[in-house]
C-alpha cells in the first residue's frame, strides 16, 4: 500500500523525473516525463528528448562522478524550457546511472515576457568580451529593431550618432562598478533609460522609454531659462528706473521749490500776490509727491541692488552674531528710543553668506518688530538658532507685536505691499521684499507665520559653513 502511494506520486508528480545510463541511454521516466512524449523512452537515447543545443551540457553532465550533482537549464525537443538537478547515483562495474529532476519553466517565461510586453520594457544581454548580444521582443521595439540584436555593434548602431562612443565608454565603464545605469537617446528620437547588471559573465539591462519625460524636463529647462531672463531684466529695470528717474525727479523738486521761493511774497502792479495762496499749496503738494517718489526710489533702488547682488561674496564665513551686532548699530536710533529686549536662544553660529546682506535682514526684520509693537507693551524680540539637517540652520525671529492675518503670509514679501496704512505705521513696503530677495540670493528660503493680537514669527535658512 505504501509502495503503490508513493509510485504513485512518484508518477504523477508535476516534477519530471528520469533515470539514465552513461551511455545516455533512457532506463526509467515517470508519468509527468512520459507524457511530454508520443513515443516510448525507455531505451531511446537522451538526446532524442533534448534540443540540440543543450548536447554540450548534457555529454558534460555524464561526466559527473559519484554523488555530484548539477543544476542548469536544459530546453526539450519540444522546446519547453526545464530546470534541472543532475546527480551521478550509482557507480558500478564502469556503469554510472544518472538521475534527472526536472520542472517546467516555459510558464513562468511566457509570464515574465508578459510582464515586459505591458510595461514596454526591453531586456538585453551581452555575453561581455564577444560582440554576441541578445534581445527581447520589448527590447527590439524600443530599438525600432526588424529581428533580435544579434551585436554589441548592432546596438550601438542604433544610437544617436554624437551618443554612441560615450555610450560605449559608459558600458564599459560600468562593468568595472558590476551595476549602473545610463541614459542615452536613440536615433530613432526615443530617450532610453538602460540599467545593467553583470550577472557571471553575461551583461543584462533593462531598458524603458523615457522620452516623455526627457522632453518635460527640457521643457522645463527652456521655462526656467526664460523666467531667469525675465527675472533679470525686471531687476534692470527696477535699477534703471529708481536710478535714472531720480534726476528728473530732482529736476521738479528743484524748480518747484525755486518757484515757491521767488513767487511766495512777489506781488503784482496792483499789489496782489502773483500767485495765490491755493497755488501755492499746489506747489507744496508737488514738493510732498516729489519727497515722496523719492523716497519709494531709494527702497527700490535698494531692492534692486539687493536683487543684483552686486559685489557681494555670498560664501564668506561669519559668527551669525556679527551681522547681528551690525545690525543693531544701524538700528541704533530705533533700539534706544523703544523699551526694547532682543534676546538670542543658545550660541550663534558660524554661517556661509554676505554678511552685510544678512545684517541687513536682521535689521529690517527686527525694525519692523518694533515697528509693529502693541502699544504700552515692551518689545520682546527671541532669536533662535536650530539645525535644520546636515547642511543647513533654521533661524527663527520671534516678536510679540500685533501680528498680522496668516492669509497675507505671502503677500507681505512683495515689493510695496503693506498691510496697515502710512498714517497708523510709516513706511513703504519693500523691507521685507528686500530681505526675501537676499535669502534667496543665498538659495535659502523664508517664511513667516503670525497670529494677530500674539504676535509673528520670520524663519530663514542659511547654509553651515
Ligand atoms: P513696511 O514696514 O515698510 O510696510 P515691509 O515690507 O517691511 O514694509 O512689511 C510689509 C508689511 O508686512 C507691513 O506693512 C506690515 O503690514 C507687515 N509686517 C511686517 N513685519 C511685521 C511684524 N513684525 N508684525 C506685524 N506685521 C508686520
Redesign the pocket.
Given at each position: 500500500m505504501t509502495l503503490t502511494y508513493s509510485q504513485d506520486m512518484f508518477n504523477n508528480s508535476s516534477l519530471m523525473f528520469l533515470l539514465i545510463d552513461n551511455a545516455g541511454t533512457i532506463i526509467q521516466h515517470n508519468n509527468s516525463l512520459k507524457k511530454r512524449f508520443d513515443y516510448k523512452l525507455i531505451g531511446k537515447n537522451i538526446n532524442n528528448i533534448f534540443s540540440n543545443s543543450c548536447i554540450v551540457l548534457l555529454k558534460q553532465s555524464l561526466k559527473l562522478s559519484f554523488n555530484e550533482t548539477i543544476k542548469c537549464e536544459l530546453i526539450l525537443s519540444s522546446d519547453k524550457k526545464v530546470k534541472a538537478e543532475i546527480s551521478c547515483i550509482k557507480e558500478k562495474n564502469s556503469i554510472k546511472y544518472f538521475k534527472f529532476y526536472m520542472y517546467d519553466i516555459s510558464e513562468y517565461d511566457e509570464k515574465f515576457q508578459m510582464i515586459f510586453d505591458v510595461g514596454e520594457i526591453g531586456m538585453w544581454q551581452w555575453e561581455i568580451g564577444t560582440d554576441l548580444t541578445h534581445s527581447c521582443d520589448g527590447m527590439n521595439y524600443l530599438f525600432g529593431s526588424t529581428g533580435e540584436i544579434k551585436s554589441y555593434t548592432e546596438f550601438l548602431s542604433f544610437i544617436n550618432r554624437n551618443e554612441s562612443s560615450r555610450v560605449d565608454a559608459l558600458i564599459k565603464e560600468g562593468i568595472k562598478k558590476n551595476k549602473f545605469r545610463i541614459i542615452f537617446k536613440l536615433k530613432n528620437e526615443k530617450y532610453i533609460s538602460l540599467k545593467c547588471k553583470v550577472y557571471h559573465n553575461t551583461l543584462i539591462g533593462i531598458a524603458w522609454d523615457i522620452t516623455d519625460k526627457m522632453v518635460n524636463v527640457k521643457q522645463m529647462q527652456i521655462n526656467m531659462k526664460k523666467l531667469e531672463q525675465n527675472n533679470e531684466e525686471l531687476e534692470q529695470f527696477a535699477y534703471i528706473a529708481s536710478h535714472d528717474l531720480r534726476e528728473p525727479l530732482m529736476g521738479i523738486a528743484g524748480f518747484a521749490s525755486l518757484f515757491k521761493r521767488r513767487y511766495e511774497k512777489s506781488l503784482d502792479s496792483k499789489e496782489n500776490y502773483i500767485i495765490d495762496k491755493k497755488g501755492m499749496s499746489y506747489i507744496d503738494i508737488i514738493l510732498e509727491s516729489c519727497k515722496k517718489m523719492s523716497l519709494k526710489m531709494d527702497?527700490l533702488l535698494a531692492w534692486s541692488r539687493a536683487a543684483r547682488g552686486d559685489n557681494e561674496v555670498f560664501n564668506q564665513i561669519f559668527n551669525l552674531n556679527d551681522a547681528l551686532i551690525e545690525a543693531k548699530f544701524s538700528l541704533n536710533g530705533k533700539l534706544s528710543n523703544s523699551d526694547c529686549q532682543i534676546s538670542v536662544v543658545g550660541q550663534m553660529p558660524n554661517v556661509k553668506g554676505s554678511k552685510t546682506m544678512i545684517a541687513q535682514v536682521f535689521q529690517?526684520?527686527i525694525?519692523?518688530?518694533i515697528?509693529?509693537k502693541k502699544e504700552n507693551q515692551p518689545v520682546k524680540i527671541e532669536i533662535n538658532v536650530k539645525t535644520l539637517n546636515e547642511k543647513k540652520y533654521l533661524i527663527s525671529i520671534k516678536?510679540n507685536?500685533?501680528?498680522?492675518d496668516m492669509k497675507?503670509a505671502k503677500?507681505?514679501?512683495t515689493?510695496?505691499?503693506?498691510?496697515?496704512a502710512v498714517n497708523e505705521?510709516?513706511?513703504?513696503?519693500?523691507?521685507?521684499?528686500?530681505?526675501k530677495k537676499i535669502i534667496e540670493k543665498h538659495g535659502e528660503d523664508i517664511w513667516?507665520t503670525?497670529e494677530i493680537g500674539i504676535?509673528?514669527i520670520?524663519n530663514f535658512t542659511l547654509g553651515k559653513a
Open positions: 527702497d529690517n526684520i525694525g519692523n518688530a515697528k509693529y516678536d507685536g500685533i501680528g498680522f497675507h503677500r507681505i514679501f515689493a510695496f505691499q503693506r498691510l496697515h505705521y510709516s513706511g513703504t513696503g519693500i523691507g521685507l521684499a528686500i530681505v513667516a503670525s504676535g509673528s520670520f
